[in-house]
DNA sequence: GTGAAAGCGCTAACAG
DNA sequence: CTGTTAGCGCTTTCAC
């Protein structure tokens, strides 16, 4: 006996249709609402329903109907909270459509998120969210399987794909312009490893705005967009001789961890460093000072995912969203209507 | 058309059995590796799988076979990083018992996570997972269906459910004893709301290290298990006339909380004020100092959690797992051993 | 070793 | 309005 083949029989629907005195047919247009049904018979199949307690199987109607009313969402890392943060709006966002999320983790693993989307596609999820830079395999994977996908997580346009993802380089341009108006003339950067042939968007923003002002760029410090990788990029910056008085970190996780290198070598955070962040997950306004941030739209990126996901033919194309600056101490005094100080 | 029926017709078994010459019987003998199949048909047969791209539905076989291997995991808030660190820890431990994981996020919402567990019986997964004190309603529920359950995130016994969670009330003692070692005679508490009727684990241990020690119980703050409780719950323990010189918070959120109330009021940690958390979870690592904390044992606990659930008759009762001190710059000085100092 | 056939629980024409 | 019936794609006896 399989695992889950639970000993105590089912109640199905041919038990429902027996009580009501009717058929299995009938039984699944109450339930659906398809066809029409007088008001009596209804009311007693509704009352055979939960006399009996009946819970559809949504495996077979998954079957016979061709649509599993799944959505596949595989994210990066569920352990950055950011994408904790992001599941959730999703999740709500799909459950508004009647949807239900299969979430996934693939903490940077690519095998490991071949694996699950693989198994997503077994499941014939009706749509696959994927987050990040999916590798080649991924997208080729999916265009086979023939379910539609749509990546999150991304800045710019991928050719034959549909995407969503913050103007990060807008919102990395309007960090560091913010980092100027306070005064700063060095500003490093924190970031991620290069990407093969092409700047990233948060890296192109930070550039712009230092050419619109006339200044030369600071220092880079690249690492994993975790905690430790801000650490040691902003290790990495202040040991040079030459050290930026402000930082962008283009992610909150990499901003925390360079919080916590700077603390340890006695600079202070603004006085000594200014530091913005982006992601604007929760973690940035507790932090020692709270952070300024660069926060995404979650909750819209979300709602057009799924609407994006759950159309029959989305069109191809990249989809921005505004990525607004929340201002907080980090990078230091502003006035009440928020110039800054200093 | 449903929304998830693709357009495009899928390859199925029949397709497969035709290519290569046999019956879909084989097809599924030579997959499921059951009944006796010679080399050379295996052999045609896996040729003709990939030749087409072949992608078997778990739909139909959760069907005939009665079991979907999935579980459904619901946790109390995939926005708290340490769910999201455990539900990474549990999918890798359902994983390699080759089961997926359904995450679900409740949020706090009773009526959401109702919601949530109605949907995952509808999906006949195997077995449901459920974090923290899921109300009567929910477990009625969960009985009713016959799926297996156990709960985690839950300190100690239920009468006739199976539950895992970490030794809180040990770790709690522990944590306070260590503060108590430093020096301390004045000590709070940051924990939730009381319990109806019963005492918390957590206060509990922490009252009991304080007993032993002949000391008098120190100020209660009460929230939620958030950083906004935690900061709510040290801003009203600081208000008082008679300040703790420590305090144990009963999470690592909390504890992120209150670290920012009192650098908020100019109290220094660990100068000033001692702090150890409960939990563990990586951003108590790049805090404001470092915070000490009670660290449970995810990874154990995830593997129990999926031996429990999986099991055809999982004995009630409760499994309870150590909650190790780490320790770190916020509780003072330690001598190289890890002695107290001060 | 391999195949035929009877379901698993539900939906969707099509008749009546 | 309601019932009959033919699948959805896979597993699993039971013969051959």
Redesign the pocket.
């Known amino acids: 006996m399989?695992v889950g083949a639970h000993g105590g029989?089912?109640v199905?629907?041919?038990d429902v249709?027996q009580l009501a005195?009717?058929?299995?047919?009938?039984?699944?247009?109450v339930?659906?609402d398809?066809?029409?049904?007088?008001?009596?018979?209804?009311q007693r199949v509704r009352e055979a329903i939960d006399m009996l307690g009946?819970?559809?199987?949504v495996n077979?109607?998954a079957?016979?109907?061709?649509s599993s009313r799944l959505i596949g969402f595989i994210v990066p890392g569920l352990s950055n909270p950011f994408f904790g943060e992001f599941a959730v709006a999703v999740e709500a966002a799909a459950a508004a459509r009647g949807y239900s999320l299969l979430i996934t983790s693939a903490e940077g693993d690519e095998e490991v998120e071949r694996r699950h989307i693989q198994n997503l596609i077994e499941r014939r999820v009706d749509g696959l969210l994927v987050g990040g830079d999916a590798g080649h395999a991924v997208v080729a994977l999916t265009a086979a399987s023939g379910i539609r996908t749509v990546l999150f997580n991304v800045f710019d346009e991928r050719p034959g794909l549909v995407t969503v993802g913050p103007d990060a380089a807008e919102g990395a341009r309007a960090a560091t312009s913010h980092l100027i108006a306070h005064g700063h003339t060095e500003i490093g950067l924190v970031i991620g490893a290069p990407e093969t042939g092409g700047m990233e968007a948060r890296e192109a923003g930070w550039l712009r705005a230092l050419g619109d002002a006339g200044l030369a760029p600071g220092p880079i410090g690249r690492a994993e967009f975790d905690r430790a990788g801000g650490y040691s990029a902003a290790r990495q910056i202040f040991a040079a001789e030459r050290r930026p008085t402000a930082l962008f970190a283009s992610s909150d996780l990499q901003a925390v961890g360079a919080l916590a290198a700077l603390h340890e070598l006695g600079l202070r955070v603004p006085q000594d460093v200014s530091i913005v962040s982006f992601d604007g997950s929760e973690e940035t306004e507790y932090s020692i000072p709270a952070l300024t941030t660069v926060r995404q739209s979650v909750a819209e990126m979300s709602a057009k995912l799924i609407e994006l996901v759950l159309m029959p033919e989305p069109p191809s194309g990249h989809h921005s969203f505004p990525a607004r600056l929340v201002l907080r101490a980090s990078c230091g005094e502003h006035a009440a209507d928020g110039t800054p100080l200093r």
């Open positions: 399989p029989k089912r199905t629907r041919a249709a005195g009717v058929s299995t047919a009938v039984v699944s247009y339930l659906n398809t066809g029409s049904v007088s008001a009596a018979t209804r009946y819970q559809p199987n077979a109607r079957l016979a109907t061709g």
